[in-house]
């Protein structure tokens, strides 16, 4: 390559090395004998890109790598395989809540889930493999361009109108014909017509050079563009706080934290609407099919006491809104959608009372809630101090008694009571709120002794409170977004420029009165020759349009 | 009589309006060698008549379309009938509309049948009206998948055109190894696409017997809290059981030809919904399909691309190649709005994130980069001709696959229209 090769044309334009048909008149430049018969590869009208430098650096040599369409198509294809293996089994992130991939993949797939789990293919799309594709593919889409499109531009700005007659018959669309007659008047008439298929007609003497939708050249740059963006915002989303996506649950009339903001989200009350019988079809007659669900949902902003745990947070109020699919509550960039719903009741805090059996007086009812209950409860002349809670109670393997989750299933209470008739150390008393574990777990026999002095319960469901549903919402932040769209809207014009307008071109040359003309189109031949043809029968030429085609590949 | 009703029966005329239309392009075709006639005019005689009757299919197809719209009350394309039977009048949209530019007679040959089977396919699906769940329910829904299948069904013309093609310049009668392994993959198309046809017609001819078969399978469910738990569901076969669900009991099983129990079970790696009856339904479209090829190669006593090929004749090859293109270049902007654009805007309000990588975007996606890497092949590598024909037909795969295989095989957000 460390030779300087000759690259001037005949016509006596200076072309850049690497060109492959004069950029002035057209004569195609250094060629095999073995192709000096073939239609002319048009491709970006035969100039020299960027990339084809002769004495590359380092940073030519990179270039020059992704300037290649070549790899380009590589990376496409490398990167739609990869994805199809991210597919055989759910991704982790279809998993909400905890859950261990390390054991989840194995134990329900078997050995094939564990080396799916192994090879990084359960987290494809977040891999560094895959996003360094997408990087690449990015970084190809800008090289790829710049290297075509500034060429291309210079090239189709200064177009020669009379060109090498090499050239024109090494079309793919040619034409030759003697014309008897006034040839200028010939070129005119057949240059009328051709405007009045839309094209722009400029004449040089007898060479005339037609063009119509160079426009539709920019539609792949304009396109390439918009991906560019596209990808670059999607790459933006890894950036932390440019995009959130977690899950909340919140039981009716609670107020719960929304993770890593200072955010709180309340919901007022859930509903849940189904189809009725009538409404479904025969089949799904009995099911529950939902119709509508609905959050009240109210969003809070923490104004101070936040980050400490000890201190209770002073909310106020930012917006309100009734959440239902498609319909999500927004507040600053900051989404709350339904996602899903839990029908099973909560029960939030019971008022029960307290009896003294050996006299029948009736003290309270009290305020017992099952979350952060206050540690005593002075009821006339008794005293509960509360020594232990349970939220989903149980007997552990070494018999003591513990909680299997956090959520108040089965809650249960130990208090020590002191009052009349009691061991004024206090005796222990166990309480569950609910009456199928007062069953379950024989709540009186437990009690031994204390069972018959006293007594904790709920006079009616007046002195229950419980969370009918649950509301699980999903909370979303992106800021990416506009630029989301920005580049899918320029990626669109580009691609409705590129494919649904063809750039087409027809030169012709009179000498003596042997008329050449040649025709190159960058999509759909089959238009381009109607049109010479259509143009030709007007000016009393008839040919069939089939047989302009000079053969060779038809882009 | 209902709306419904009505465009019920407006489906069935369209169906059949399509089959005729086939077979008036097959006599536009193959009738040209027939004697006493010039063969220029017979095919323009013949192809006319295809190309009104396939019109008027078209035209009732869309009367089938709106009236059912009109009679429940949301655009009919909801679950696998209702879409499938969408994506054959979008084929037909498109290759009417490749028919205008090219007025090319014998794409209807290729063209009507893929539509037929696609129908005919849709109609195994139950056809009631069912009401959509609430995440289903926005206009964006009906913008993307109905974008999303005219996108699609220029895909199908190209892959017509494509076979088409390949049907008319493979050498069946080359010794050498490419002709050889030309024909073999041809052939393979072809049989793949009576697997199809067998699919429809054992579904029908059990229908048609009134069999059924019963299994309650125990299956485990993991919910959003990682809780497990099982639950029972009952599933029902109407092909004779040959694979059973995985885990599963026998209700009911109707003896068949001396089989009363089923061959094998389901494995437990197939997670869609009733996987094991799908699993049934492909074994028993390989068989019905594998029947229907015996038989149509012993009545022909030669491979079928052999026999199509004469009819091919007389078409100028490189047409085929430029439709094939031009189907695909015309499709990419539309499948990029509907299966892409739209798709995102739409899962961005419903699900509130524009791109989860579920399966079917996952797919979606997939398909994509395929005819962006067919354009560029094609346009930067100048393969043309045979390579871009294989991998116009290849891309239909994945588009079916996408469409379908998707729900058979994997599960995800979009199981709600599983087979």
Known sequence: MSLIENTKCECGHQNAVGTVLCESCGKPLEEQKDTAELPLEMRYDGVARRSQKSNPNVIDRVWNFFSSVKIAIYLIVLTFLTAMLGTIYPQENTFVGNFDPAVYYEETYGLTGKIYYMLGLTHTYESWWFIGLLVMIGTSLVICSLDRVLPLYRALSKQQIRKHLQFILRQKTVFKHTIEGDTGHWAEQFGAQLKRKGYRVHRDGTALLAEKNRFSRWGPYINHIGLILFLLAILARSIPGFQMDTYVSVPDGDTVQIPDTNYYVKSEKFTVEFYKDEELPDKLKGTARAKLYETKAVLYECVSGCGDPTAKPELREVTRHDIVVNDPLKYKGLKLYQFDFDLTPRLNAVHPVLVDKKTGNVYGPFDLPMRDSAMQHKLGPFTLDLYANYMEFAIGDNGEPTTLSRDPVAPAFIFSVKGPGLDPAGEPYMYFPMQKDKVKFAQDTINKGIADKIEIRVDGMDNVDFSEASTHLNVRMDRALPYVWVGAVFSMIGLLMGSYWQHRRIWLRIDGSELSLGAHTNKNWYGMRADVAGALKKVGIAVDPKSLDNGGNNA | ?419
């Open chain 2, 1 to 419: 009589m209902s709306l419904i009703d009505f465009s019920s029966d407006a489906f069935i005329v369209a169906f059949f309006l399509y089959c005729f239309a086939f077979m008036f392009y097959v006599i536009a075709a193959a009738g040209k060698k027939w004697s006493n006639r010039d063969p220029l005019v017979h095919e323009k005689r013949w192809g006319k008549i295809a190309f009104v009757t396939s019109s008027l299919g078209l035209a009732a197809h869309l009367t089938f379309f709106f009236t059912r719209w009109a009679g429940s009350g949301q655009i009919p394309t909801s679950n696998m009938y209702e879409f499938m039977s969408f994506l054959g009048m979008a084929i037909m949209i498109a290759f009417t509309i490749v028919y205008a530019l090219y007025r090319k007679t014998l794409l209807g040959m290729f063209a009507l049948p893929l539509t037929v089977i696609i129908v005919a396919y849709a109609s195994v699906f139950p056809q009631e009206v069912q009401p959509l769940i609430p995440a289903l329910n926005s206009i964006w829904l009906k913008v993307h998948v109905t974008t999303a299948a005219l996108g699609e069904a220029f895909f199908a013309v190209g892959f017509a055109a494509g076979l088409m093609y390949l049907l008319r310049v493979v050498d069946f009668k080359g010794k050498t190894k490419e002709a050889k392994r030309s024909q073999f993959w041809v052939e393979f198309s072809l049989y793949s696409i009576l697997l199809i046809v067998g699919f429809i017609v054992a579904v029908f001819a059990f229908r048609a017997a009134g069999y059924d078969a019963q299994f309650d399978q125990e299956k485990s469910v993991i919910d959003t809290k990682g809780i497990e738990s099982t639950i029972k569901e009952t599933v029902n076969y109407t092909l004779p059981p040959i694979v059973k669900p995985y885990n599963s009991e026998v209700v009911k099983f109707e003896s068949f030809l001396g089989m009363d129990s089923a061959v094998m079970e389901a494995p437990y790696w197939m997670n869609g919904v009733n996987s094991g009856r799908k699993l049934n339904t492909v074994i028993w479209s390989i068989i019905a399909g594998s029947l229907l090829y015996g038989l149509l190669r012993l009545v022909f006593r030669k491979p079928l691309g052999a026999v199509i090929h004469p009819v091919m004749e007389g078409i100028d090859p490189d047409d085929l190649d430029e439709i094939s293109y031009r189907s695909i270049a015309i499709g990419f902007p539309i499948f990029t709005l509907g299966a892409l654009i739209f798709a995102m805007i739409w899962a961005n309000i419903a699900w509130g994130r524009f791109w989860g990588w579920d399966p079917k975007e996952v797919w979606a996606l997939i398909t994509w980069l395929y005819y962006s890497a067919y354009l560029h092949f094609r346009l930067s590598r100048g393969w043309q001709g045979r390579k871009s024909s294989w991998l116009a037909v290849i891309g239909f795969v994945i588009v079916l696959f996408t469409l379908v295989g998707v729900n058979l095989v994997i599960a995800g957000l979009h199981s709600y229209s599983g087979v």
